[in-house]
């Protein structure tokens, strides 16, 4: 049963690297990626990037035509406690996302920008 | 630098680019069968070296052309005191846009001897096409792009071309439609600045 339900974990962004059970989403965000434009995406991985350029926005309208925006996903597991945060970067375009980058951080690298 | 009517084409480049290689071609191979009939060598070097040299220029002639268009284009608009800060360089068409001088200048790769530098208040209209047709599973686009209609002509500028399909949400379109929003936002911008 825990072999088949960590090849299912695989493919399920939301569930806990630790104990495989499903996370819950305990915080939306929505961000502004005000130094990366169409035709100019640089790919970072790092935290403190994006701690340091992020800009919190309320809706996707907000953001002008050709910047990258950010989603964030703050997720907790309520049977271990474990926390991850997961960003997808992508470019919005019309009603449509061009998805760039997801990236998972699920060691407290952006436990300080929280 | 010209102020006048926007051109696309230089007709006497473009027919000159297309057939003057064929002209010498011709001429070089009349010469290698006329006076040195019976001269190897020298027919040799008079058939070979003028078709290379006119296959070599049909590929890259225009292209070398255009760059040195494009730079000389960026060294007058300085010189003029125009901020060029948002450049889009397509394969048809490189745009220069001094936005808060309410400014365009633009190169043809067509026309390469004359950089056209208007007042954005001259552009009628702007608009992105993004080239979507075809129907169901067939419905795609192959080329987006962005147009300004001046003085009553319009000059397309590609953002994104193939020669294969893509649909409508792949990566490549949504990025030449990105790209083509943001171009028509920055020249109403730059409208709106010209007064």
């Known amino acids: 049963m825990g072999f088949f339900r960590n090849i299912r974990s695989i493919f399920h962004d939301d569930w806990c690297s630790r104990c495989k059970s499903q996370m819950e989403v305990v915080r939306k965000q929505l961000y502004a990626l005000p130094d990366q434009r169409v035709g100019h995406y640089k790919a970072h991985d790092d935290a403190a990037y994006y701690q340091k350029t992020l800009v919190p926005i309320e809706k996707k309208a907000q953001v002008p035509t050709g910047m990258y925006a950010c989603g964030m996903h703050v997720y907790r597991c309520p049977q271990c406690g474990h926390q991850a945060v997961k960003l997808t970067v992508f470019l919005p375009v019309r009603d449509e996302e061009k998805v760039e980058q997801a990236l998972y951080f699920e060691d407290g690298e952006m436990d300080a920008f929280l | ?195």
């Open chain 2, 1 to 195: 630098m010209c102020d006048g009517p926007v051109r696309k084409f230089n007709f006497v480049y473009l027919l000159a680019y297309i057939f003057v290689p064929i002209a010498v071609c011709a001429l070089c191979i009349g010469i290698a069968f006329g006076p040195f009939r019976g001269v190897g060598a020298g027919a040799a070097v008079l058939t070979v070296v003028p078709s290379l040299a006119s296959i070599a220029w049909w590929v890259g002639g225009g292209r070398f052309l255009y760059s040195r268009a494009k730079k000389r284009a960026e060294a007058e608009l300085k010189a003029q005191g125009v901020n060029a800060n948002q450049i889009f360089y397509s394969r048809g068409w490189s745009v220069f846009v001094d936005v808060a001088g309410g400014q365009v200048g633009l190169v043809s790769f067509w026309n390469p001897f004359k950089i056209f530098l208007i007042p954005a208040s001259r552009i009628q209209k702007t608009w992105v096409d993004d080239g979507v047709g075809g129907v169901a599973i067939f419905k795609g686009s192959n080329r987006v792009s962005f147009l300004l209609q001046v003085d009553n002509s319009n000059v397309r500028v590609d953002t994104f071309t193939s020669n294969q399909r893509f649909a409508p949400n792949s990566d490549h379109i949504l990025t030449g439609i990105s790209k083509a929003d943001t171009w028509v936002e920055i020249l109403q911008a730059a409208k709106q600045n010209a007064g």
